[in-house]
């Protein structure tokens, strides 16, 4: 299985769990880390917008494959999440606003936690 196929179903069975658990704060980060490795993967489609035809559903002409990332890419993805994080926290602290902070910063948290498993698992 590939770095990232491991890390989608430990972020899915996851965000499982903490929708189980009602921990809300959790389920939007896992939900968000999900969506930016889903935009990770998009293929640009260039010009083809100006050309765009409409297709039936299953249509199989216009399926084009997801990008594969590797593990770089998510290390860096993940690194990229963490830090808007810690940034959007310090920005949240310096105007006074001290509770978001804290929720921005265990967010850092909780993306972080993705990270080391990641780079423990490259080891």
């Given at each position: 299985?590939?770095?990232?196929?491991?890390?989608?179903?430990r972020?899915?069975?996851d965000?499982?769990?903490?929708?189980?658990?009602?921990?809300?704060?959790?389920?939007?980060?896992?939900?968000?880390?999900?969506?930016?490795?889903?935009?990770?993967?998009?293929?640009?489609v260039?010009?083809?917008?100006?050309?765009?035809?409409?297709?039936?559903?299953?249509?199989p002409?216009v399926e084009?494959?997801?990008?594969?990332?590797?593990?770089?890419?998510?290390?860096?993805?993940?690194?990229?999440?963490?830090?808007?994080?810690l940034?959007?926290?310090?920005?949240?602290?310096?105007?006074?606003?001290?509770?978001?902070?804290?929720?921005?910063?265990?967010?850092?948290?909780?993306v972080?936690?993705?990270?080391?498993g990641?780079?423990?698992?490259?080891?």
């Amino acid at each position: 299985m590939s770095d990232l196929q491991e890390l989608t179903v430990r972020l899915r069975v996851d965000l499982k769990a903490a929708m189980r658990g009602r921990c809300l704060a959790e389920v939007k980060v896992l939900r968000g880390l999900i969506a930016a490795i889903d935009d990770a993967q998009a293929v640009p489609v260039g010009s083809l917008h100006e050309t765009y035809v409409v297709r039936a559903f299953g249509d199989p002409s216009v399926e084009v494959p997801r990008r594969d990332l590797g593990a770089e890419d998510l290390r860096r993805l993940l690194e990229s999440e963490s830090t808007a994080y810690l940034a959007a926290a310090e920005e949240y602290r310096a105007a006074g606003h001290h509770d978001r902070a804290v929720e921005l910063t265990a967010a850092a948290k909780i993306v972080g936690g993705y990270l080391d498993g990641l780079v423990a698992a490259g080891e």
